[in-house]
């Protein structure tokens, strides 16, 4: 078990590295009193509960509100991260032991901020493939963002079994209303609530809250742009490498998918469970931590299938079938936009030869074959790779800019080519999944220390005030920075964050790529 000491430690560095400390802030929230830490010109609240702890009966339940507490609490360190079996590759490791007892929140702020001063807030949805993650990873810290001038705020949320889970007993108790599932999911809801009841006490301004996710936090952004229960409770949303899952809904799937309530009977027989009743999930509850989590990681989720699904349509978060539906039909939170994805981004497209390939594109297979007809001559596996990209990230990326853009909302698309000097022999498609993340947090020197070379900092810097000035104002540029112009369909432009670390504004070189796989996908642009 990782002790109070350790888990206090990178921000403890932090606060040696920036001289003497001052008097601790406190702040009334909803739930009591809680102290922070104040140093360097940036105060932190670490560890607050915002909803109870998810265990014994609580285990798959919606989240329950917060216990009160007496006198005052010590925010000074992380909450536990939520319980999860450690990815060994991992590209954030966690900071803090994973735990059951892990719905806790995180507040940065700038030094002497009050109630009434209306920071803008930027609230930060962690990924990790909903199996993994926590928001104690030191690439994570929110202090930059407060030490210019924003309130930053991330959370943790159920991932696994624990945090997407259903079973039929479950379904007949009900006890939450329809709130069945998708427990990460209510997670993020119930703390996007903390924050609009809680943030103007920490002197923000909870009319202007941007969501700020990548990868699987990126899903769980267009979750929150999607459901109905997320109305209100943001104003503009960053997404970095994010894709809109269109897994089968609650009931009903077909062919080989795995309903999510099959996979519950078939983890509880995994543990010699029987049944589907009451004993049945009374047991379920009864099983320990590591049982529940059984070895799920990013790394294990395949060879898994039968017994975790993830995230489904659940008809009351998620009421669409697909979230493409909710995109095309309008049913979406219109906000300014800020959406991209890095170079070597994962991909999930597998072929063995250039007819599978073209193959999964299907009537727009001809329109493919142009499309990738350069990259066609050169190794297969690097055109699949890139068609893999091209589909799980690039294009729906692209599509929901158009969305949004042909409503008359302000998007701005980036895409990251640039690689940190110290793996740019290690990384020959480019900067991999995630390794944007240090960079628009300015948290380089937490993530690679002093292997960085200056055009490093350079981008990091640049990167981070382009997020900032997104964040207060809805629009990325500012004093210094290359211009970023606003997205339009017609010319597909974006900013190209590129390999000599100069950001630069291109039309999208993978233009008639993307075409071919909206073709595929049968995806049209809807103005109203």
């Known amino acids: 078990m990782i002790n109070r000491v350790s888990r206090r430690a990178s921000w403890l560095l932090f606060l040696l590295a920036t001289g003497p400390a001052l008097a601790a802030p406190q702040v009334q929230v909803d739930a009591g009193r809680v102290a922070g830490l104040a140093q360097g010109g940036v105060e932190a609240f670490l560890g607050i509960p915002f909803a109870a702890p998810p265990v014994g009966a609580l285990r798959w339940r919606a989240p329950q509100p917060a216990h009160r507490w007496h006198g005052v609490r010590q925010a000074t360190h992380y909450?536990?991260?939520?319980?999860?079996?450690?990815?060994?590759?991992?590209?954030?490791?966690?900071?803090?032991?994973?735990?059951?007892?892990?719905?806790?929140?995180?507040?940065?702020?700038?030094?002497?901020?009050?109630?009434?001063?209306?920071?803008?807030?930027?609230?930060?949805?962690y990924g990790g493939g909903s199996v993994n993650g926590g928001a104690s990873p030191a690439v994570y810290s929110?202090?930059?963002?407060?030490?210019?001038?924003?309130?930053?705020?991330s959370f943790n949320y159920r991932v696994g079994r624990f945090g997407f889970f259903a079973f039929?007993?479950?379904?007949?108790?009900?006890?939450?209303?329809?709130?069945?599932?998708?427990?990460?999911?209510?997670?993020?809801?119930?703390?996007?609530?903390?924050?609009?009841?809680?943030?103007?006490?920490?002197?923000?301004?909870?009319?202007?809250?941007?969501?700020?996710?990548?990868?699987?936090?990126?899903?769980?952004?267009?979750?929150?742009?999607?459901?109905?229960?997320?109305?209100?409770?943001?104003?503009?949303?960053?997404?970095?490498?994010?894709?809109p899952f269109d897994k089968p809904p609650f009931k009903g799937a077909t062919g080989k998918d795995v309903t999510i309530e099959a996979a519950g009977v078939n983890f509880a027989r995994r543990w010699g469970i029987e049944?589907?009743?009451?004993?049945?999930?009374?047991?379920?509850?009864?099983?320990?931590?590591?049982?529940?989590?059984?070895?799920?990681?990013?790394?294990?989720?395949?060879?898994?299938?039968?017994?975790?699904?993830?995230?489904?349509?659940?008809?009351?978060?998620?009421p669409e079938r697909l979230l493409a539906d909710a995109f095309a039909t309008g049913k979406f939170a219109q906000v300014p936009l800020l959406v991209g994805s890095t170079a070597g981004d994962n991909h999930r497209l597998v072929a063995a030869s250039l007819d599978e390939a073209y193959a999964s594109f299907g009537a727009a297979a001809d329109h493919a074959r142009v499309a990738y007809a350069q990259d066609a001559?050169?190794?297969?596996?690097?055109m699949v790779r890139?068609?893999?990209?091209?589909?799980?990230?690039?294009?729906?990326?692209?599509?929901?800019?158009?969305?949004?853009?042909?409503?008359?909302?302000?998007?701005?698309?980036?895409?990251?080519?640039?690689?940190?000097?110290?793996?740019?022999?290690?990384?020959?498609?480019?900067?991999?999944?995630?390794?944007?993340?240090?960079?628009?947090?300015?948290?380089?020197?937490?993530k690679y220390g002093d292997k960085l070379a200056p055009p490093d900092l350079a981008v990091a810097n640049m990167m981070h005030h382009y997020w900032v000035n997104f964040v207060r104002s809805g629009d990325p540029n500012g004093p210094g920075l290359p211009e970023w112009p606003r997205y339009d369909a017609a010319t597909d432009v974006l900013l190209d964050f590129a390999t000599?670390?100069?950001?630069?504004?291109?039309?999208?070189?993978?233009?008639?790529?993307?075409?071919?796989?909206?073709?595929?996908?049968?995806r049209a642009v809807s103005g109203r």
């Open 79 to 125: 909450g536990h991260d939520c319980m999860q079996a450690p990815f060994p590759s991992d590209a954030a490791p966690l900071g803090v032991a994973p735990a059951e007892d892990c719905l806790y929140m995180n507040v940065w702020r700038p030094a002497g901020t009050k109630p009434g001063d209306h920071l803008p807030v930027l609230v930060w949805i």
């Open 142 to 153: 929110g202090e930059q963002f407060a030490r210019h001038g924003v309130m930053f705020v």
């Open 168 to 243: 039929p007993e479950l379904t007949r108790q009900d006890p939450d209303h329809g709130l069945l599932a998708n427990y990460g999911y209510m997670d993020a809801l119930a703390a996007m609530r903390w924050v609009r009841r809680n943030v103007a006490a920490f002197g923000g301004d909870a009319g202007q809250v941007t969501i700020y996710g990548q990868s699987a936090g990126a899903a769980t952004v267009y979750m929150l742009m999607t459901s109905p229960l997320a109305e209100g409770l943001f104003q503009r949303a960053i997404l970095q490498s994010g894709a």
């Open 275 to 318: 049944g589907s009743g009451a004993e049945a999930l009374r047991r379920l509850r009864a099983l320990r931590p590591e049982q529940v989590a059984d070895g799920l990681h990013m790394g294990t989720m395949a060879a898994q299938a039968s017994t975790y699904v993830g995230p489904v349509r659940d008809g009351t978060i998620l």
């Open 377 to 382: 001559q050169g190794d297969l596996q690097a």
């Open 386 to 446: 890139e068609m893999g990209r091209d589909r799980q990230y690039r294009e729906p990326n692209r599509y929901l800019a158009r969305q949004l853009s042909a409503e008359g909302r302000p998007v701005y698309e980036y895409r990251f080519n640039y690689v940190v000097t110290p793996m740019r022999s290690e990384w020959p498609d480019g900067p991999l999944h995630a390794t944007d993340i240090p960079f628009s947090m300015d948290t380089v020197r937490a």
């Open 500 to 522: 000599d670390g100069i950001p630069r504004a291109v039309a999208d070189p993978r233009k008639a790529r993307l075409d071919a796989w909206a073709a595929a996908m049968g």
